[in-house]
Nanobody
Framework: QVQLVESGGGLVQAGDSLKLSCAASGRTFGSYVMGWFRQAPGKEREFVAGIRWSAGTPYYKDSVKGRFTITRDSAKNMVYLQMNSLKPEDTGLYYC???????????????????WGQGTQVTVSS
């Protein structure tokens, strides 16, 4: 079993920054891919950023490139999402997820991720 707990969400103004954290436990994460997803009201859950745990290779949704940075701390089993220059369209419930069955290959489809946290709300006002 894998447990994921997100934190760090909040209400901010456009242009502000937030840093989300995901505490992961339960297994050794060496061959996994970790992802951040978000879901706005009435919309489907979408990929935001991902990282291959072993190599630390990051992947991003086009609209967040240059503004968001995903990192992981292997010693602490933590995954972070630094979000800068936030926009109202970044508003949503942000989830941390783990893909434990892909053999370390990056996949952005939510259904490929088999463990999810409870989510943390990010609201960006204009």
């Amino acid at each position: 079993q894998v447990q994921l707990v997100e934190s760090g969400g909040g209400l901010v103004q456009a242009g502000d920054s937030l840093k989300l954290s995901c505490a992961a436990s339960g297994r050794t994460f060496g061959s996994y891919v970790m992802g951040w997803f978000r879901q706005a009201p009435g919309k489907e859950r979408e990929f935001v950023a991902g990282i291959r745990w072993s190599a630390g290779t990051p992947y991003y949704k086009d609209s967040v490139k240059g503004r968001f940075t995903i990192t992981r701390d292997s010693a602490k089993n933590m995954v972070y999402l630094q979000m800068n220059s936030l926009k109202p369209e970044d508003t949503g419930l942000y989830y941390c997820a783990a893909d434990t069955t892909g053999g370390g290959a990056f996949r952005s489809t939510p259904s490929r991720y088999d463990y999810w946290g409870q989510g943390t709300q990010v609201t960006v006002s204009s």
